[in-house]
C-alpha cells in the first residue's frame, strides 16, 4: 500500500481517498449483448464469460480498498448463496462507471450500465451492499475466494463476490440482464468508482 498524501493511497492499481470513503479502479468493458450475472470481474477470472466489466486488480487488493473506506460485513449475513435469495443486508454503497467520449467525461451507475429494457428492473431500484467474499466451509489456507474465483461484484448473489445486490436481479431469468446501450463499446477503457454511503440498509 503507497501512501499518496492527503488520505489517499494506492493498492496496485485502485486509488482510494479515505477520507472521502471512495475508491477507483481502471479496467475496460469485457462482456456485452450476452447474459450477464458479476459487473466485475478480474483479468482471467472464472467468470469472465458473465460479467460486464474486467478490473485491473485482484481480490484481496479491493477487498482491502473496501475496508479502507470503511466496509463492514453485517455479522447478521449468513452465507451468501444462489439458494439463498433473501435480500442482502448491510452498509449501502454507490457503484458507477466513468469513461472518456469525445473528449468528454461521462459517468453513469452501474445498475444503468448493466440493465438493458428486458432486464426487469429499474436502475434506481438496484442496491449494493458489501459481503466481503466470505464462502462458508471453505478452508481459508486455500486461499481467499474472490482470489481463486476472480469474482468482484455480482447481482446473482454468489458467495464469491465482495459486494453484492441487496435483492438479486435476473434470478431465474438467465440472460435477461445483457447490459445497457448506454455503455461504451467492447474493449473501452473505463474506472468504476465504488463510494461508502453513510447509512445502512
Request: charge should be neutral; charged fraction near 20%.
Amino acid at each position: 500500500m503507497k501512501p499518496l498524501g492527503g488520505d489517499r493511497f494506492q493498492i496496485g492499481t485502485i486509488v482510494v481517498d479515505k477520507r472521502a470513503r471512495r475508491f477507483s479502479i481502471p479496467g475496460r468493458v469485457l462482456v456485452l449483448g450476452k447474459p450477464l450475472e458479476y459487473l466485475a470481474t478480474t483479468p482471467g477470472g472464472m467468470k469472465a464469460y458473465e460479467a460486464m466489466l474486467e478490473l485491473d486488480t485482484t481480490g484481496s487488493e479491493f477487498n482491502l480498498a473496501c475496508i479502507l473506506v470503511g466496509l463492514e460485513r453485517d455479522p447478521k449475513l449468513g452465507s451468501v448463496s444462489r439458494a439463498n435469495q433473501a435480500p442482502l443486508t448491510g452498509r449501502g454503497i454507490a457503484i458507477s462507471i466513468a469513461w472518456s467520449e469525445g473528449g468528454k467525461r461521462r459517468q453513469i451507475s452501474a445498475a444503468e450500465g448493466i440493465l438493458n429494457p428486458e432486464a426487469g428492473a429499474k436502475p434506481e431500484a438496484v442496491e449494493w451492499v458489501y459481503t466481503g467474499g466470505v464462502v462458508a466451509g471453505v478452508d481459508p489456507s486455500l486461499g481467499f475466494p474472490p482470489d481463486l474465483s476472480g469474482t468482484l461484484i455480482g447481482f446473482v448473489h454468489d458467495s464469491n463476490c465482495i459486494i453484492d445486490s441487496v435483492v438479486g436481479v435476473g434470478v431465474g431469468a438467465y440472460g435477461s440482464v445483457r447490459g445497457s446501450a448506454l455503455m461504451p463499446p467492447i474493449g473501452s477503457a473505463i474506472e468504476l468508482i465504488v463510494d461508502a454511503a453513510p447509512v445502512a440498509k
